[in-house]
């Protein structure tokens, strides 16, 4: 099962968007889907367990808009209900799109002349947690993670509250942190209610939780969450307005961390070290980085006002990045005879033609493009503010990614294009644009409809997971990184000097690897100085306007092209030395 390519493909096809598949690390024995990514056991138990059956199943619940959050609220903290809801959805969906399934899933003998039983994902979920009888239901089927449904839930849209409200949180560990009990567990709700209930649900990220797990006073479905009001024993913190890049942030100084979502044994998602400036060290595997399709639950944007065409003046400065020395025939001057057109004037002389042209010379010019790009631009929430033309950050940042991506790719370089956006260290996500074995198409602009300005800026796992794509990827010899962003790093524990030194210390890396890296902000940061530190001032372009970039991005580029090279030549010549020394 090392090869999910064709469950991606069964999976996508079924659920109508690009859905991931991954096998669970652990001994997880039922599968499940967070809206993102379907996880398989190892060895799917029972009969009929087919891996591909699995897949099917649980990409039914996709397509059937069975996982939204105010149906997971009701089904948190039990996992027989959620089993027999899984089931009831699958069937549900099942009848609905039964033209797009393999005819051989219809046929299983658990369903085969199995009518839907339920209309609506409400309903499925009401029976679920009624003592209605269902009969047996086949292992493969799988079952819902609620708490998985909603963290992705989370990353899709219930930061982005906070962001839209301007009530960015900062939320610092104390010394006792409450632990979720696994999803599994019969009194998980009660855990969470006693987390948000009391004093700090008037606090801005409680409240956040409160919607989001439905514990909010005089809903319905807190029948189904009980509380017994322990929340009264958590002191409430301290909280302080502070101002940020121009954005009005809640602090919040609280005896306990947001909680982290995690899914366990999930295998998705690359790992990344993380500088630590207090520590003085790295943080292993501190990072998680997934790739992703953008989209959407409202619907692609009208973008056709942003994904202009690239101007000429574009295209001529960056015409000249990159170039490397390759041979030319049949040139006049040179500095050497093309042996080849020699011959070919030789037998034209000899039959009694004069040639047309003396050109017998090859020349070596600079003409070969050899420059591999992975351009990398902030879709954080911070995004979303508008400059004194009502034109927003995000908007800016997708026409300047889109014609620079696009005139390289006319150019015919090897390019990248990724968004990224971050909730918390556990949660990086690059939202693919753009492959770098990819042709540019139609499909690029429907990506960029699809983005939304959510989450925060963890810089330092996206500058090294782009400079890990440049290095083992694209393996070409000229690499350029093109970081888009609206200023600092910000998330959660990750502001301040430590974001600043694991930037500098990501930046860092990918040079020494031989990577040139470029910071492009638009907009005019007001903490120019501080960027030209993280960054250096060379490698940094500071404009007001996306029209600006086209006269001045060449001669940025080009000087962190030529450092880099500068430092592979030292690099070579150091090497060179030290062979000889040996050999002696």
């Known amino acids: 099962m090392d090869d999910f390519g064709p469950y991606v493909f069964l999976a996508s096809a079924i659920a109508g968007r690009r859905v991931l598949v991954h096998v669970a690390m652990g001994d997880e024995t039922c599968s499940y889907c967070d809206g993102q990514v379907i996880v398989v056991p190892r060895q799917p138990a029972g009969e009929g367990g087919e891996v591909w059956r699995t897949v099917v199943a649980q990409a039914l619940l996709l397509a059937a808009g069975s996982l939204q959050p105010a149906t997971m609220?009701?089904?948190?903290?039990?996992?027989?209900?959620?089993r027999r809801y899984a089931f009831l959805e699958m069937l549900r969906a099942l009848a609905l799109i039964e033209s797009r399934i393999p005819p051989a899933f219809a046929r299983h003998p658990a369903l085969n002349r199995r009518r839907p039983l339920t209309d609506s994902a409400d309903e499925?979920?009401?029976?679920?947690?009624?003592?209605?009888?269902?009969?047996e239901i086949p292992d493969f089927v799988g079952s819902v993670r609620p708490l998985?449904?909603?963290?992705?839930?989370?990353?899709?849209?219930?930061?982005?509250?906070?962001?839209?409200?301007?009530?960015?949180?900062?939320?610092?560990?104390?010394d006792e942190s409450p632990?979720?009990?696994?999803?599994?567990?019969?009194?998980?709700?009660?855990?969470?209610?006693?987390?948000?209930?009391?004093?700090?649900?008037?606090?801005?990220?409680?409240?956040l939780f409160n919607q989001l797990l439905g514990m909010a006073q005089g809903r319905s479905s807190r029948e189904n969450i009980p509380s017994d009001g322990a929340g009264s024993e958590v002191a409430i913190g301290q909280i302080e307005r502070a101002w940020r890049r121009g954005v009005h942030a809640i602090r919040a100084v609280l005896p306990f961390g947001l909680p982290e979502f995690e899914i366990r044994g999930q295998s998705a998602g690359a790992l990344y070290p993380e500088w630590d400036v207090h520590?003085?060290?790295?943080?292993?595997?501190?990072?998680?980085?997934?790739?992703?399709?953008?989209?959407?639950?409202?619907?692609?944007?009208?973008?056709?006002?942003?994904?202009?065409?690239?101007?000429?003046?574009?295209?001529?400065?960056?015409?000249?990045?990159?170039?490397?020395?390759e041979m030319h025939r049949r040139q006049r001057e040179g500095s050497e005879f093309d042996v080849g057109r020699l011959i070919d004037c030789a037998i034209d002389l000899?039959?009694?033609?004069?040639?047309?042209?003396?050109?017998?010379?090859?020349?070596?010019?600079?003409?070969?493009?050899?420059?591999?790009?992975?351009?990398?631009?902030?879709?954080?929430?911070?995004?979303?503010?508008?400059?004194?033309?009502?034109?927003?950050?995000?908007?800016?940042?997708?026409?300047?990614?889109?014609?620079?991506?696009?005139?390289?790719?006319?150019?015919?370089?090897?390019v990248a294009l990724y968004g990224f956006?971050?909730?918390?260290?556990?949660?990086?996500?690059?939202?693919?644009?753009?492959?770098?074995?990819?042709?540019?198409?139609?499909?690029?602009?429907?990506?960029?409809?699809?983005?939304?300005?959510?989450?925060?800026?963890?810089?330092?796992?996206?500058?090294?997971?782009?400079?890990?794509?440049?290095?083992?990827?694209?393996?070409?010899?000229?690499?350029?990184?093109?970081?888009?962003?609206?200023?600092?790093?910000?998330?959660?524990?990750?502001?301040?000097?430590?974001?600043?030194?694991?930037t500098c210390k990501a930046l860092a890396e990918a040079k020494a690897a031989g990577t040139a890296c470029v910071c492009v902000c638009i907009g005019g940061?007001?903490?120019?100085?501080?960027?030209?530190?993280?960054?250096?001032?060379?490698?940094?372009?500071?404009?007001?306007?996306?029209?600006?970039?086209?006269?001045?991005?060449?001669?940025v580029c080009a000087f962190a092209l030529a450092s880099v090279s500068q430092r592979k030549v030292r690099h070579s010549d150091a090497s060179a030395v030290l062979e000889e020394t040996a050999s002696r």
């Open 124 to 135: 499925s979920a009401s029976v679920a947690l009624s003592e209605r009888a269902l009969g």
């Open 73 to 82: 609220r009701r089904l948190i903290g039990r996992p027989q209900a959620s």
């Open 148 to 174: 998985a449904a909603l963290r992705t839930s989370v990353a899709q849209d219930g930061f982005a509250a906070l962001t839209r409200k301007q009530q960015a949180g900062n939320i610092e560990r104390g």
């Open 421 to 502: 956006q971050s909730w918390g260290r556990k949660l990086v996500r690059l939202a693919r644009l753009k492959g770098h074995e990819e042709r540019w198409s139609g499909h690029v602009a429907e990506r960029f409809a699809q983005l939304q300005p959510l989450g925060y800026t963890r810089s330092g796992a996206a500058i090294r997971h782009a400079d890990r794509v440049l290095r083992t990827e694209m393996r070409l010899p000229n690499r350029l990184l093109i970081l888009i962003t609206d200023g600092f790093s910000y998330d959660q524990d990750y502001e301040g000097e430590y974001a600043e030194q694991d």
């Open 350 to 414: 000899a039959a009694g033609h004069t040639p047309a042209a003396q050109d017998v010379y090859r020349a070596s010019r600079r003409t070969r493009r050899d420059l591999g790009t992975m351009v990398i631009v902030d879709v954080s929430g911070s995004t979303e503010e508008k400059n004194h033309r009502g034109v927003s950050v995000f908007d800016q940042h997708l026409r300047a990614a889109y014609q620079i991506a696009k005139t390289l790719d006319q150019l015919g370089d090897r």
């Open 279 to 325: 520590r003085q060290g790295y943080r292993k595997d501190w990072v998680c980085v997934d790739i992703v399709d953008p989209w959407r639950p409202d619907g692609p944007l009208d973008l056709g006002h942003v994904l202009e065409a690239p101007p000429r003046t574009l295209r001529r400065e960056l015409s000249r990045l990159g170039l490397d020395y």
């Open 525 to 555: 940061s007001q903490e120019a100085e501080k960027l030209k530190k993280v960054f250096g001032a060379a490698n940094l372009l500071l404009v007001d306007d996306v029209d600006q970039i086209a006269r001045r991005i060449r001669q």
């Open 179 to 207: 632990k979720l009990a696994d999803e599994d567990e019969e009194d998980e709700s009660d855990a969470i209610s006693r987390l948000f209930n009391g004093p700090t649900n008037a606090g801005p990220v409680a409240k």
